[in-house]
């Protein structure tokens, strides 16, 4: 019995690879069945040979699943920090998480109506928001995490009614259900220039803020 992966013979998925890859899947099969002709003797042969097929299918699957598509908009929802850490948005432990909190490279909110638990908004770990984000925190630093909040999810007139959280991430929020054709190119600007909007942004609500405290 042979485990052999030929080309013509290959789900079309696995033929979308190069024919670099196949040759390594092939080479990689065929060293599998030589090994198992030699080491797979008597009763457990057959059973031997079951195993290692599965494992070259198992094997050729993952060589062919794609990497998850990031989301064409951004969520609204909020998460828990055992959410945050076991759906896998961040690499980081709960403490390192809020210690990221505290040096401006997230934000957390509290929940209305509690004076304890905090809450992360899902949009903040989508990409590119986590290599973006902390210069804006650094600037809004020391106002309410609800005034914090707002900022990030208000339509603002300088950014042409998006808000400063879809101008960061050059997406637009899922519940918002139409975007204009202007909006769209705000939103399809380099990185930089998009981070560079925002940042003006959050400058003018800090001066505000400031007037406003005296």
């Known amino acids: 019995m042979t485990v052999h992966l030929h080309h013509d013979t290959l789900a079309p998925e696995l033929q979308a690879l190069t024919d670099s890859d196949l ?17 797979a003797q008597g ?10 097929t599965r494992a070259l299918q198992e094997a050729r699957a993952s060589l062919v699943t794609p990497p998850p598509l990031p989301p064409v908009q951004l969520p609204v929802s ?5 959410d945050v850490i076991g759906q896998g948005w961040v690499e980081l432990s709960q403490a390192s998480l809020y210690r990221a909190v505290e040096s401006q490279r997230f ?3 509290t929940p209305k109506g509690r004076s304890i ?5 899902a949009w903040q770990f989508i990409q590119p928001v ?4 902390a210069p804006v925190l650094a600037i809004l630093a020391g106002q309410p995490s609800s005034e914090i909040h707002a900022f990030w999810i208000s339509s603002a ?4 009614e998006l808000s400063p959280a879809e101008m960061l991430a050059g997406k637009s929020f899922e519940t918002r259900t139409e975007v204009h054709p202007s909006q769209q190119a705000q939103l399809d600007l380099p990185a930089s220039e998009r981070l560079r909007k925002v ?3 959050a400058k003018w609500q800090h001066r505000g803020m400031a007037d406003i405290t005296g």
């Open 117 to 121: 638990g905090k809450e992360f908004p």
């Open 43 to 52: 009763p457990e042969r057959l059973r031997l040979i079951d195993l290692a």
């Open 199 to 201: 940042l003006a942004a």
């Open 130 to 133: 986590p290599e973006l984000i």
């Open 78 to 82: 909020k998460l828990k920090v055992s």
């Open 23 to 39: 040759r390594v899947v092939e080479q990689f099969s065929r060293l599998v069945t030589a090994q198992l002709d030699i080491l």
């Open 157 to 160: 007139d300088e950014l042409n």
């Open 107 to 109: 934000y957390c909110v």
